[in-house]
């Protein structure tokens, strides 16, 4: 079956460093969407790219989906400590049904 | 934005009794809810997805005997844990699309659901 894998797995960023997480899927993707899970939380959606190439920034994050349509990548410029949680990817070949990646930790050291 | 509610938060039963657990879209109708299970430090594997008035399509490895999704209206599912066992021990995640609108292809988690079965 569909797979969708992240790495890495865990990072430790110093406050201000950037931060990248990368994410790959076993199929071509209709669209994919990221989140942020703090810790004891729930999954809180970030955003969501169905262009292929397609840049889109929120602040200091930059999201990016491959030319074709299998990655994708979260940037995070200078971190902060509220960065801190796992973000998760989710992809699928139709539009509801999503498969989660297998998220990046990150925790940053002030 | 969208909230999706779930209860009860946290649920401790013994070996062998059922649990079910309520997912609610509090300000918009979900045609689609979809369940998911999250073991510690580990990502969310779907379950299954529930569609309003039809039956739950089970992910592969998923026993619909075993974990019972009735969803009854637009705004309710439910996931029913069925003779449980330590090994059912997890966080449920439940979640929603809107139906329709602005808020189409985005999913609202409820909050989770945390189960142990002693």
């Known amino acids: 079956g569909q797979q969708v894998m992240q790495i890495p797995q865990y990072q430790h960023v110093q406050e201000g460093e950037d931060f990248t997480t990368y994410c790959n899927s076993s199929t071509t993707l209709s669209n994919i969407q990221w989140y942020k899970q703090r810790p004891g939380g729930h999954p809180v959606f970030l955003i969501q790219l169905v262009k292929s190439g397609e840049v889109k920034k929120q602040k200091r994050l930059t999201f990016q989906f491959g030319e074709a349509k299998k990655n994708s990548s979260l940037h995070i410029t200078a971190t902060q400590t509220t960065d801190v949680g796992t973000y998760f990817c989710a992809g699928g070949p139709g539009t509801y049904k999503y498969i989660f990646g297998t998220g990046t930790r990150l925790k940053v050291l002030a | 934005g969208a909230v999706v509610s779930q209860h009860p938060s946290r649920v401790i039963c013994k070996s062998g009794t059922s649990v079910k657990i309520e997912c609610r879209s509090l300000d918009f109708q979900a045609t689609t809810m979809f369940w998911y299970r999250q073991f510690p430090k580990q990502s969310l594997m779907l379950m299954a997805t529930?569609?309003?008035?039809?039956?739950?399509?089970?992910e592969q490895g998923v026993e619909k005997d075993k974990f019972l999704i009735n969803h009854a209206s637009l705004t309710l599912s439910t996931l029913t844990v069925t003779s449980a066992h330590p090994e059912d021990s997890s966080f449920y995640i439940c979640?929603?699309?809107?139906?329709?609108?602005?808020?189409?292809?985005?999913?609202?988690f409820g909050p989770g659901t945390r189960l142990t079965v002693l």
């Open positions: 529930s569609n309003e008035g039809s039956k739950a399509t089970y």
């Open positions: 979640s929603a699309f809107a139906r329709g609108g602005r808020r189409t292809d985005t999913q609202y």
